[in-house]
T-cell receptor, first 117, second 112 residues
Framework: AQKITQTQPGMFVQEKEAVTLDCTYD???????LFWYKQPSSGEMIFLIY??????QNATEGRYSLNFQKARKSANLVISASQLGDSAMYFC??????????????FGSGTQLTVLP | DAEITQSPRHKITETGRQVTLACHQT?????MFWYRQDLGHGLRLIHY???????NKGEVSDGYSVSRSNTEDLPLTLESAASSQTSVYFC???????????FGPGTRLTVL
């Protein structure tokens, strides 16, 4: 079974500083994908970044980067130069590569990030 | 622009009533999903569909059903609403099963 763990229920960061949100995963599937989503207070789920298990490079999307350490089974999200608008709940999610239910997204419990002015 | 919509956005119902939540996407995606979000649990998968006439159970499917008669819509039905089904419900779609999923705005359901 797939499992995603986000151990930081809440995080604070000063505006313009970088912040790392932790995510560890567990799977026996050799092929899998890792996703990060942002959920602002308005409630919508916004896709941020994706990393495939066979990707050689760490994924980057603007100010977001994914620190993928396969041996440690971690996929931490790094937000550089934090902005007040980054205050939100962040979810890590994983999907496997096998057929059936393993292909579906499994979500972590989320980390509430607050950016301080 | 393509989008995914949900209706209603808010619903209050009584225990035992049948409730249907609508999900409509104009992305022309084959894959559609229903999740519920509860405090402390993140999002949990209820049902999903890989295409017309295809439906599959997710992690928390008891008490819910879906049908897929066309590409655009995946309605979620609560056969007999229970207070434990009070939650926020999200619909999502993706182009391929391993792509990122795009989410609708959510439906807040309260069962009294």
């Amino acid at each position: 079974a797939q499992k995603i763990t986000q151990t930081q229920p809440g995080m604070f960061v000063q505006e313009k500083e970088a912040v790392t949100l932790d995510c560890t995963y567990d799977t026996s599937d050799p092929s899998y994908g890792l996703f990060w989503y942002k959920q602002p207070s308005s409630g919508e789920m916004i896709f941020l970044i994706y990393q495939g298990s066979y990707d050689q490079q760490n994924a980057t999307e603007g100010r977001y980067s994914l620190n993928f350490q396969k041996a440690r089974k971690s996929a931490n999200l790094v937000i550089s130069a934090s902005q007040l608008g980054d205050s939100a709940m962040y979810f890590c999610a994983m999907r496997g590569g096998l057929s059936g239910s393993a292909r579906q997204l499994t979500f972590g419990s989320g980390t509430q990030l607050t950016v301080l002015p | 622009d393509a989008e995914i919509t949900q209706s209603p956005r808010h619903k209050i119902t009584e225990t035992g009533r049948q409730v249907t939540l609508a999900c409509h996407q104009t992305w022309n995606h084959n894959n559609m999903f229903w999740y519920r979000q509860d405090l402390g649990h993140g999002l949990r998968l209820i049902h999903y569909s890989y295409g017309v006439q295809d439906t599959n159970k997710g992690e928390v499917s008891d008490g819910y059903s879906v049908s897929r008669s066309n590409t655009e819509d995946l309605p979620l039905t609560l056969e007999s609403a229970a207070s434990s089904q009070t939650s926020v419900y999200f619909c999502a779609s993706s182009e391929r099963w391993n792509n990122e999923q795009f989410f609708g705005p959510g439906t807040r359901l309260t069962v009294l």
